[in-house]
């Protein structure tokens, strides 16, 4: 049989003491370099991709204080000077105001019916445990991937003989529920994210269902609320769908279709720079909206991985 014999260590002379010397290993320098190309490379595509979303909206801006004729003879030049003469025209003439009213009225109701109603159907299926919870959270996960095209016929009999149609509040009923899928998705998996002991100790404490989610869970859950709200609130103002079908009375048309017939009307005309004065005050709140609530709708996206 072999043995392994290890040799002695080398006893330290007198006087001597042994340090333990570190030696410095370098560090391989080809990760570093493919790192800072690959982080050269990613914010040049950032940049490119600001610069083709920004100067559209720029240039729309800048078109909508111009006249007709130097829209088209100096497309890409600054206006001689601002034209606010475009903006009350499309205000007044163009009736962007009644559009934009009854726009805000839709979306307005809409919004506070979906997070109201969305927030509360989430609570729900994320806190509690019963017969059919996941049968129901997958209706509404299989109800964002239902076209609302193969809906429109149905819905149009549905809501005319509800008496709803050519009405706010009709539209206001068929956003909520166009919006509610998303958002109960959304909402279920946030409230998943926050700690269950805040809402035990409000039970331990008296507190009821409806008091510890109004006053305690919903408070909590506000970074998302406005993240699926900045969503909700895009998706609606855009929509244009669903009330060319279910509202055709001119008199309660929203901001899109008003700028379709807007379109229409002054390009027969040849009145461009109203056409593009309506066209920024459609974009305004959006972009308004996002600016306001960029951290929140930051916060609300992230919140889950940071849990």
């Given at each position: 049989m072999k043995t392994t014999e290890t040799p002695a260590p080398l006893p330290a002379e007198s006087g001597a003491t042994v340090s333990k010397i570190d030696v410095p290993v370098p560090r391989p320098s080809g990760k570093k370099s493919e790192g800072g190309v690959l982080n050269v490379f990613s914010h040049g595509v950032l940049i490119i991709w600001a610069i083709m979303v920004v100067t559209p909206l720029l240039w729309a801006v800048m078109t909508s204080f111009k006249s007709d004729s130097s829209i088209f003879s100096s497309p890409w030049s600054l206006p001689d000077h601002l034209h606010f003469d475009n903006w009350a025209r499309a205000w007044t003439d163009a009736n962007m105001s009644d559009y934009f009213l009854n726009t805000v009225l839709v979306v307005g109701g809409s919004l506070v019916g979906t997070l109201v109603l969305g927030s509360m159907a989430a609570y729900v299926l994320a806190r509690f445990d019963f017969p059919g919870n996941r049968f129901i959270y997958y209706l509404f996960v299989g109800g964002m991937s239902f076209p609302i095209m193969l809906a429109?016929?149905?819905?149009?009999?549905?809501?005319?003989?509800?008496?709803?149609?050519?009405?706010?509040?009709?539209?206001?009923?068929?956003?909520?529920a166009y919006s509610l899928p998303f958002t109960v998705f959304f909402l279920t998996a946030f409230f998943r994210t926050l700690p269950t002991s805040v809402a035990e100790a409000a039970f331990v404490d008296g507190a009821s269902h409806t008091r510890t989610f109004f006053q305690i869970m919903l408070p909590m859950a506000k970074p998302g609320l406005i993240s699926v709200g900045i969503f909700n609130f895009l998706g609606q103002w855009n929509q244009y769908m669903l009330p060319t079908v279910l509202n055709t009375d001119p008199d309660k048309k929203v901001l899109t279709q008003g700028l379709v017939q807007l379109a229409v009307s002054q390009g027969y005309k040849g009145d461009w720079s109203g056409l593009f004065a309506g066209l920024v005050m459609a974009m305004l709140p959006v972009l308004g909206a996002y600016i306001v609530f960029q951290r929140q709708v930051v916060q609300g996206l992230t919140a889950g991985a940071l849990k």
């Open positions: 429109l016929v149905p819905l149009f009999y549905v809501v005319n003989n509800m008496g709803l149609l050519n009405t706010i509040h009709g539209l206001i009923l068929v956003y909520i």
